[in-house]
């Protein structure tokens, strides 16, 4: 049995509760939003676990939740992070039988930018011993939205359209849809990353600063009819693509990467052509997808990583006691995840 210190290292929330104007996952400076802290080491209870970090990922759910803007309300004072990837150290009643098995674990409230993290037994998953410690820190969040999502899109054809494809989830939206045998089609901001997203499954790339976007999107659509459009960026040029889509299109905004809030220009396109606009959480995937469906999609995400078709692309690597003061100018890169480590 390990002997655990009675205290840690934590990064900790400096606000309670939401913010009431949204402005997305971007900061100038993490210190407006973080502090650095020592704790108690926390006591696991019932269904749950206290886990030893390993790493932890930067997510933009993160960063829109320290800011106050996410789906629940923050603690100020509590650990920050929702994911991340280490060893079960101590359990409570129901729990024992993930004692010390290296997990991919996402937290109940937040707590996963920290030493030692609390995390109910039913949100970690055993890793695979191929599974690298970074991949295990990014195993649940987007890989599991990746499969619910492409499915959503299976359902309703052969192609669709995915905004912000160089994000990690779109990366890996792409290879599993060409793996499927559908033809995603990618927008991206970046002209300079439209052969790595062709290479990696993308049927179509399409530049969104390009001035004839849109016309070359309806040329794409008369051939490829995609009628679902998984939207992370969701700004005007969002609702444009919706509007040229075929009828009975599905517009599922799952994520906030701009601030600027779309106008619906042609109502006409909800009633006549029959589209909808909707919303995807995967908080809500997990409450609704039974468990037997929950295991197989978390033995494929594994199978997946554990043979090399799916990988976390790394931007840089943050010590814990790095993280505040470099948080801000690591997210401004482009490519991959900023990795947390303990050390
Ligand atoms: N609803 C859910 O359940 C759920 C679950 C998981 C993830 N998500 C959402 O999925 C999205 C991607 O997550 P991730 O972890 O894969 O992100 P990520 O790897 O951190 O990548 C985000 C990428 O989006 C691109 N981007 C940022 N702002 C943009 C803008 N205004 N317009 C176009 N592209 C922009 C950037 O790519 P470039 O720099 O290459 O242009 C950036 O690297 C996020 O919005 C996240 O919140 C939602």
Redesign the pocket.
Known sequence: MTTLPQSMFATVLLHDGFTGSPTG?YIDDAGDWLAEAELPVPEPGPGQVLIKLRAASV???DIHFIKGEYGQPRVKGAAAGFEGCGDVVATGKGAEALQDQRVAFVTGGSGAWAEYVLAPAIMCIPLRPEISDEDGAAQI??PL?AMAMVDIARASGDAFVL??A?????KLMCSLGRDLGLKPIAL???PE?VEALKELGAAEVLVTTHPNVVQDFSQICKDLKPRVFLD??VDQLSEQVFCAMPNQARWIC?????AEAPTLTQSGQLIFMGKQIEG???TNWVTSTPPEVQARVVAEVQARFADGRWKTDISERLSLKALVPNLASALKK??G?VIITPQ
């Open positions: 996952p997510n933009p759910s969040v987007n939205t905004s912000a160089t994000s990690q989830l779109g991206v901001r970046r990353t992370a960026v799952y994520g906030k990467l701009s995807f959480w995967l482009s490519g995840k």
